[in-house]
C-alpha cells in the first residue's frame, strides 16, 4: 500500500480549527463539485515562491466550482514562525482565497501522504481524488515556470475531460514532523521522490 493517497481513493475527513476561528470537516465543503486539499507552510521558500499563483489558480477556478482548502501541519517546535499564531497573522495580511487550517497532531497529514509543502490534492464531485504532486514545475521561482500541473488538472476535471497526468512529485520544503528530525519521512514515502 502506497504511502501518498493514490488517485481514486476517497478523500480523507478532518476536524482542523482554522485562522477565522471555525472549526472545519470534509463536509463543510460538499456545495462545491470540486476540492483542492494542500499542504502548506508559512515559511519555506517553495510556498512563498508560487503562493501567488496559487491565488490566481484559485480564484481563477471558483466561478467553476473548484474550492481550496490550505492545511498547515508542520511542527512549530521545528520552524516557530509555522504556528497558529503566525498563521492567523499570515491570512490576515494576505487574504488568500482559502481556508487555511491548523494540523496541530499531523494526523492529517499522515492521513493523505503529504509529503512536501506544497503539495496538492485534488478531488472530482464524489470526493475522489484525480491528481496529487505539484502546482507547478518550478515552485521557487515562478518567473522561470513552464509547466503548471495544477491549472492543467483543474481545466480538465471542470471541462469533464480525461485526467491526462493523475500524479507527479511534489517540489518543495519536507513536512516537518514533530519529534523527528527535519528530513524525516515514512521509509516507504522516500520511493516517491
Avoid at 35 to 46: D, S, W
Avoid at 130 to 156: A, C, F, H, I, W
Avoid at 183 to 190: G, N, T, Y
Amino acid at each position: 500500500m502506497a504511502y501518498t493517497l493514490q488517485p481514486g481513493e476517497n478523500a480523507r475527513d478532518f476536524r482542523l480549527p482554522a485562522t477565522n476561528g471555525k472549526i472545519y470537516s470534509l463536509t463543510d465543503f460538499k456545495e462545491y463539485p470540486f476540492l483542492v486539499v494542500f499542504f502548506t507552510c508559512n515559511h519555506c521558500p517553495y510556498v512563498l515562491g508560487s503562493d501567488e499563483t496559487t491565488r490566481e489558480t484559485a480564484l481563477k477556478f471558483k466561478p467553476l466550482g473548484v474550492t481550496f482548502v490550505a492545511i498547515n501541519a508542520n511542527s512549530a517546535n521545528t520552524y516557530p514562525e509555522d504556528d497558529f499564531t503566525h498563521m492567523v497573522k499570515r491570512m490576515e495580511e494576505k487574504k488568500f482565497p482559502w481556508i487555511y487550517l491548523h494540523d496541530a497532531s499531523q494526523e492529517t497529514a499522515l492521513a493523505y501522504g503529504a509529503l512536501r509543502t506544497p503539495h496538492f490534492f485534488v478531488f472530482n464531485e464524489d470526493r475522489a481524488l484525480v491528481y496529487t504532486g505539484r502546482g507547478v514545475d518550478n515552485p521557487r521561482d515562478v518567473s522561470q515556470m513552464k509547466v503548471n500541473d495544477l491549472d492543467r488538472v483543474l481545466t480538465e476535471l471542470t471541462s469533464g475531460e480525461k485526467i491526462s497526468i493523475s500524479m507527479t512529485n511534489p517540489v518543495g520544503c519536507t513536512i516537518k514532523w514533530e519529534g523527528k528530525d527535519k528530513h524525516w519521512m515514512p521509509a516507504d514515502a522516500r520511493d516517491l521522490m
